[in-house]
Each structure stands twice: as C-alpha cells, then as structure tokens.
C-alpha cells in the first residue's frame, strides 16, 4: 500500500469513473508506437490524452506545483523536451513536464503526454543525467501507451472501475484512500514488463539525446541506499517496479551492450555542478504554505497549532478529506487530525457525541467508556471495527472544541497492535499546542544550502562545519552520491540539507 501517494491513485481512478461513462467504445487492436507489436487498446490517443488532461487538472488542484525555483523548473522541463525528441510519438504529441510541490522520492506520468517528477526526488538525485534518466523511464510509460493499455485491461476484463469501487467501500474506506485502494490501485500499477521496458527505452532515449547512460545505473544504486535506509520514503515509486536489485542487473547488461556499440556515450561528462547549483534554496520535506513538517513536529500556521509526531512517522499534510494524516505505514498505524468549522459553539461533550455517533455511521462501535476529561478538556473513546484491508481494525478517538473549531484525532491500527498504538496517539493528543501568531510567522520549510568545496576541505571539515560532528561525513556524502573514503575536490558543489536526521 503506498500511503503518500495514495491520493493521486485515488485522482485517477475518480477521474477514469467520468471517463468510463463518457466514452466507452470498444476499438479492439492497436499497434504501440514503440515495441511495434499489436495489443489490445480500447482508448484511442485523443481519449488517451482527455483522460491526462483531466488528471493533470487535478493534479495541480491538489498536489499544487512547486514554483520557487524557475530555474530549477526550466531545467526540468529542458531536460524533458530533449528526451521527447527522441521518443516514438514526438510527432503526435506533445510531452509536458512539471514539477510537484511533494517531499517524496517520486516520479509519475499520466496518460497523453504528463510527466511529473516531485521535488523530493530532485532534492535527492545528483546530476543533470540522473534526471534524464527518471524523466526517461516516466516517459517511455505514456510513450509505450503504458496507461492507455492497464486501462484498456480494465475494460475488457469488463472489471468496472466503478463496480469494483462500490464494493471495496467497506466501513473503513471513508476513513480515507489510506487504507482502502484496493482495486483501484491497480490501474497505476504497471506490470513488470512495463517497467523493464520504460528502464530500456528511457536508457536509449537518454543515449540519443547526449546524456551519460552511465547515469541510469547510478541512479538507481543510489535510489537503493535510500531505500534500504528509508524503506517508505520510496516505497511509492518501488512498490510498483520489479525488486531494485533485478533492474540494476537488467541496466548493467544495458550499459555492456551501449559499450560495444556506442562506447563514447559512456564517455560523456556528467552534468553534476551544473545540476547542483539549481537545488539553492529547496524546499525539503513535507511544507505546503499554511503547514509544515519540521523535525519531529506538525505545525499549522493558520490554526496556530502544534503536534509532535512518534519518532519515525511521516505525515500528509495536502489531503482533502482531513487537515493532515499521519502514520507509520510500515506498520498500518494512521491518525487522521481534523479542525472543523463550526455552525455555532457546543460544548467539547456536545461535539463528541456529534463526532462519535459519525464514527458508528462508518462501522466503527464504541468499545470503551468516554475517558475524563484530557488536556484542552478533550474526551476520549475506544472503538472496533473491520477494513477489507487490515482486517479487524480498532480505533482511538480524541476530540476537544475550541473557539468555533471542532478537533479531532483519530487513530486506527490493526486490533493486535492497539496497545503498542494507542499510547503513541494519546501522546500527540497530550502534545497537542497553540503557538503565537509570532511563532507561527517564523516558521519556514528547511531549505537546501550549496556549499563549494574549497582547496584543503575534506568531508570531515564540512561535516563539522554545517553539523558540528565530523561523524555526520557518512550520511552526507551519501547524500550527494559521493563516496566518503575520497575527499570531494575543490570546487565540487554539495548539498547541504537542514538536517542529516533521515526519517
Ligand atoms: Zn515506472
């Protein structure tokens, strides 16, 4: 289950349900523009490319594009077009490419043309030619008809999105596209053969357009690390690709035959300085203009409001059902926090009545007795339920009214890890704060510094000098894809992150 991503999948499925309706016609064949062979294709390009355009619509709606760094976007968008060039359907259609304002390691591509690339993911990659080489992959998606033809399967297996979507609205699905995706998913899920195909044609399509395939492979070792460190940090772009060890296998037989046939390719610069002195200034982490994720904390500058996370845990601050969700996806742990307007003042008893008697409407039966009163007079209740998902699932709820604003955090867990959860949302209840507006006007996203390596500096110096622990060497030239047992030269450029503390 991807848990930060999940509400794009959610998007496109939404967005497929109108589609399926409007245009549902039968074609038969086609041939794909890139393999040559024929499949089976009920979209036609131009449904093909309304659905993108639909998608990309809310794409921008929801994820919002990260517009702080021009140069950085152009850059992106360069790179794209160089690739597009070279692609099988350069002629009938026009590639776009935009970066979204998101923290994760992830890239993705909708039908027709758009190809997105998260700010977490360049935040992460090292060179020009690294770029290339995702851009590549995502590419090759919409350029082999990838998208066109899972929809395509859909249809003919005659599954009905919509059927499928009706059945899986079990008691938990409206807690949210957190744990309940199910079917849907499967439509941003390319097969393995999807994938070992973008990884080939994105590697030629970088090739022809002058960048170092080397890179691809790089790339990819680089992506490994991070997952072995951050399992769920890139879990999202990984849950849908063969294993990361196969696809470096499958690029290094890539690399050997571009050796025999084109080994100047291999000789190419790689573009990294030139790369790096973009990233000045970049958002890292979760950050979307009212509310933040900084260190272990959840701010909220518009309700003035602060939550300390359980260590590890990440968060979705840009969720349209709940004013952010947080969770250890690892271990099926989600919070939903939620501020909501009131018509009028009640009573904070008044108010979980109201809320608890919503939560039955959703399957969820009390289990435990309404709790005394708990920091900013909130009440407290225990409840169980079952999700297709989870299986038999219970639930923590806390709420308090404040002004003319209901609160509320409620947490779900599987039923046999409720005593290992329940403590750590009682301690993001107990830690829950109003801040000053003063506070709250100082609080930024952590940015990314460029630091110039200059003549005499080692990683042990620079690791002193923004961390004040020479230890801290490891971890950043990590990552900067660097290797920690040669000093970095004079005059390579390096990022320097707000904090070496990855999740
Ligand atoms: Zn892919």
Redesign the pocket.
């Known amino acids: 289950m991807s848990f930060l991503n999940s509400h794009l999948t959610k998007l496109l499925a939404i967005s497929l349900i109108g589609v399926f309706f409007g245009f549902l016609t039968f074609n038969g064949c086609a041939v794909n523009p890139v393999t040559g062979r024929t499949q089976l294709m009920t979209v036609s390009e131009e449904r093909e490319f309304r659905i993108g355009q639909q998608v990309d619509k809310q794409v921008r709606e929801e994820m919002g594009i990260y517009l702080e760094l021009p140069e950085l976007r152009s850059l992106v968008k360069e790179v794209g077009q160089n690739l597009a060039r070279h692609t099988a359907r350069a002629k009938n259609l026009t590639y776009r490419f935009e970066i979204v304002d998101s923290p994760d390691f992830n890239a993705f591509a909708l039908p027709g043309g758009f190809i997105y690339v998260h700010r977490g993911l360049l935040e992460r990659i090292n060179t020009i030619d690294e770029l290339a080489s995702v851009l590549g992959?995502?590419i090759t998606?919409v350029d082999a008809r990838h998208s066109a033809a899972q929809i395509s399967k859909v249809e003919l297996l005659n599954i009905g999105l919509l059927a499928a979507n009706v059945a899986t609205q079990g008691a938990i699905s409206q807690f949210g596209d957190l744990v309940n995706i199910g079917a849907v998913l499967a439509l941003n899920k390319?097969s393995r053969d999807?994938?070992r195909e973008?990884d080939h044609y994105g590697t030629i399509y970088m090739t022809k357009a002058g960048y170092n395939p080397k890179s691809s492979f790089e790339v990819m070792q680089q992506i490994q690390k991070i997952q072995l460190r951050e399992p769920t940090t890139v879990e999202s772009?990984f849950m849908?690709?063969p294993p990361t060890s196969e696809r470096l296998a499958n690029l290094n037989e890539e690399i050997k035959l571009i050796q025999q046939n084109q080994p100047e390719a291999l000789k190419r610069p790689i573009q990294r300085n030139q790369y790096i002195r973009r990233l000045e200034g970049l958002a890292v982490g979760e950050w979307n203009g009212q509310e933040l994720i900084r260190g272990d904390y959840y701010y909220n500058k518009e309700f003035l409001v602060k939550i300390k996370l359980p260590e590890g845990w990440q968060g979705q601050i840009t969720n349209k059902q709940y004013t952010a969700v947080f969770g250890q996806p690892k271990k099926d742990f989600y919070v939903y926090f939620d501020i909501e307007p009131l018509r009028f003042p009640v009573t904070s008893e008044e108010y979980f009545r109201e809320f608890e008697s919503k939560l039955k409407k959703r399957g969820l039966q009390k289990e435990g007795i309404t709790s005394p009163r708990l920091k900013h007079n909130a009440l407290m209740g225990t409840y169980r339920g079952s999700s297709s998902q989870l299986g038999a699932v219970k639930a923590i709820a806390i709420t308090f009214t404040q002004e003319a604003n209901g609160y509320s955090l409620v947490g779900i867990c599987k039923s046999a890890d409720f005593s290992t959860f329940r403590p750590l949302v009682e301690s993001m209840s107990e830690s829950l704060t109003f801040i000053s507006s003063q506070e709250a006007l100082q609080l930024q996203p952590g940015r990314l510094k460029i630091h110039e390596v200059k003549t005499g500096e080692t990683w042990d110096s620079i690791a002193e000098k923004y961390f004040g622990n020479p230890q801290e060497k490891n971890k950043l030239a990590e990552y900067n894809g660097l290797e920690v047992k040669e000093n970095p030269s004079a005059g390579v450029l390096l990022k320097i992150p707000p904090t070496l503390h990855f999740q």
Do not use: K, Q, V
């Open positions: 992959h995502e998606h390319f999807a994938e973008a772009w849908t690709h």
